[in-house]
């Protein structure tokens, strides 16, 4: 494992349904990511956390809401999807270096019907 | 500028032989070129990486070879076997890291 954990591993929900996306880290990593990873596309970089601080959002529709309540922990509060939002959705931190080494969670495969 | 363009997308080779993932880059302010090996069900985890002021990298039977004039790095997997069976991610950074498309090699015996 990477000491990056993500839950749940496997989420279905309905468009009108809010839930939300866990990740911790364990590495003591003060940056944190959410990807997004589709069928055939680049890894999207979401949403970047620096010490806490959001200071990164590729466009991302507000219908993904980050939360980063301290250094180890990162939510992804998930509402009013769309069915084209399924993909897999990982997490990953790293230390706040110029090309220092990203740690991947196992992320979570979303589905939206 | 910010785009990394992998290629191939699949590749298939047989055990023992040589696996070749191209990848190019646009952005001169990449400093960090990283690649990620990722199994079905997992993240992707760091493979290898290099950084500009070196042309090779080798650790066992992998290898980056980077070209800084023409933008492109390429990873090679001597001896393939079928546990290198995986989608391999090649990426590029200054701060923030920007992924390749993806290869998906398959390995048979």
């Known amino acids: 494992e990477t000491g990056v954990t993500q839950t749940p591993r496997h989420l279905v929900m309905g468009m009108t349904n809010k839930k939300s996306l866990k990740c911790e880290q364990h590495?003591?990593?003060?940056?944190m990511y959410w990807y997004k990873q589709s069928a055939k596309k680049p890894l999207e970089l979401m949403f970047v956390?620096?010490?806490?601080?959001?200071?990164e959002n590729n466009s991302v529709p507000s219908r993904f809401s980050p939360e980063c309540p301290n250094s180890s922990h990162l939510f992804l509060h998930l509402h009013t999807l769309q069915p084209e939002d399924s993909a897999l959705y990982l997490c990953?931190?790293?230390?706040?270096?110029?090309?220092?080494?990203?740690?991947f969670g196992q992320g979570t495969r979303l589905t939206v019907v | 500028q910010q785009q990394v363009k992998q290629s191939p997308q699949s590749l298939i080779v047989q055990k023992g032989g040589i696996s070749i993932i191209n990848c190019a880059y646009e952005?001169?302010?990449?400093?960090?070129f990283p690649w990620y090996q990722q199994f079905p069900g997992k993240g992707p985890a760091l493979l290898i990486a290099?950084?500009?002021?070196?042309s090779e990298k080798k650790e066992g039977r992998f290898t980056i070879s980077f070209n800084k004039s023409a933008k492109q790095f390429s990873l090679h997997i001597m001896d393939s076997q079928p546990g290198d069976s995986a989608t391999y991610f090649c990426?590029?950074?200054?701060?923030?890291?920007?992924f390749g498309t993806g290869t998906r090699l398959q390995v048979f015996p």
């Open positions: 990953a931190s790293s230390q706040l270096r110029r090309g220092d080494e990203a740690f």
């Open positions: 990426a590029a950074s200054s701060y923030k890291l920007i």
């Open positions: 290099i950084r500009p002021d070196v």
């Open positions: 590495l003591g990593h003060n940056a």
């Open positions: 952005n001169t302010a990449f400093d960090y």
């Open positions: 956390y620096n010490f806490k601080e959001q200071t």
